[in-house]
């Protein structure tokens, strides 16, 4: 059974904080200007960043190396959070935590927080909906609603860890929305995760996971990025991919699987492929034979994750059929694993809760 627990904290009140910046929208040269305004020094900055990305705070009397004076002026101009909390679910089975949290205008978006060994891994989401269409998600059928912005991407780690009181040592970009259709918005967001001065997690341990914008693999190529890229490919056929991936129709899989390649070697890293297993769809031996070819040569390992609702026409597929696909490629060069998916008791794909909660 779930155990579904009511957060009593209310909405933050946007009227109140009308006129006030959020600190973490802004970056280092953000934070240091604001400072400069209210006629403080340089180095202030350097301190709030750290108040914020360090330590965690949610407030201003906790950054006590700052002067009371200084410290009640941010506060008349500046806010610390930019979400709060509005729901949890957690899962019985395995301790998977799901939080709903509200942004400033009133919508609501959601992390997924799961434990796994040693590791604790949260994944986030970069856009309110999404624009991308895909056919079996439930973020999908919302449309685009709007970007969050570095502060919110950023926040909703900051938040789970105070909730939970626990370190997040792993992020997962593969909430709700197209990370690379945010993509400033959420490369300054990483940047400060990943600083040393900022939250310090090590870029090998964030994984941004793309339906398919080539554009912008070639854009982290182009721009050096180190973190770990995902792709979701779910399908093996571009009449299928279309099918399923709108995306698809402007970025083929023979493109897409290229810019992988591209990004493999200019990172150095090893992408992950993720395969979406939809009953009767791209779930046959051929797909699996098809998906094996595909792969043979890049540098990725490959995740088939059974589709974990039922939805319009989309169901996943039983578990012999799972199987099969999986055994069709034991010959497979590169890694095939199956993502059992964490928190199957609560709504754990991103995009279901709130869809249920809007009743659409
Ligand atoms: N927009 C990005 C990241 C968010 S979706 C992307 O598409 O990659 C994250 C992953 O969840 C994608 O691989 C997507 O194919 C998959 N997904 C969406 N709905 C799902 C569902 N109901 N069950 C299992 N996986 C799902
Ligand atoms: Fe958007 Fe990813 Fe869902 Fe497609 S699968 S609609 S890209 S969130």
Known sequence: ????????????????????????????????????????????????????????????????????????????????????????????????????????????????????????????????????????????????????????IIDQVLLSERIAGVRITNLVVMGMGEPLHNYDNLMQALSVLTSPQGFALSKKRVVVSTSGLVAKIERLIAEGRKYRLAISLNATTDAMRSKLMPVNQRWPISELLAAARNYADASKTRITIEYVLLDGMNDTPEDARRLMKLVTGLRCKVNLIPYNTTYREFARPAEERILRFYREMKNCPVPVTIRWSKGRDIDAACGQLITKEQGT
């Open 1 to 152: 059974m779930d155990e579904k627990i009511k957060n009593p904290a209310p909405a933050r009140a946007a009227v109140e904080e009308a006129g006030k910046v959020a600190l973490k929208d802004l970056d280092v040269q953000g934070i240091t200007a604001l400072v400069v305004s209210l006629a403080e020094k340089p180095f202030r900055a350097r301190q709030i960043a750290e108040w914020l990305f360090q330590h965690n705070v949610s407030s201003f009397e906790q950054m006590t190396n700052l002067p009371k004076a200084f410290r009640d002026k941010l506060r008349q101009h500046a806010l610390i959070d930019t979400l709060s909390p509005a729901y949890e679910q957690r899962s019985q089975t395995d301790g998977t935590r799901k939080f709903l949290f509200r942004l400033r205008d009133g919508l609501k978006i959601e992390s997924v927080l799961m434990f796994d060994e040693e590791r604790v891994t949260l994944c986030i989401s970069t856009q309110v909906g999404c624009a991308l269409d895909c056919r079996f998600c439930a973020t999908g059928l919302m449309g685009l609603q709007r970007h969050l912005t570095p502060g919110e």
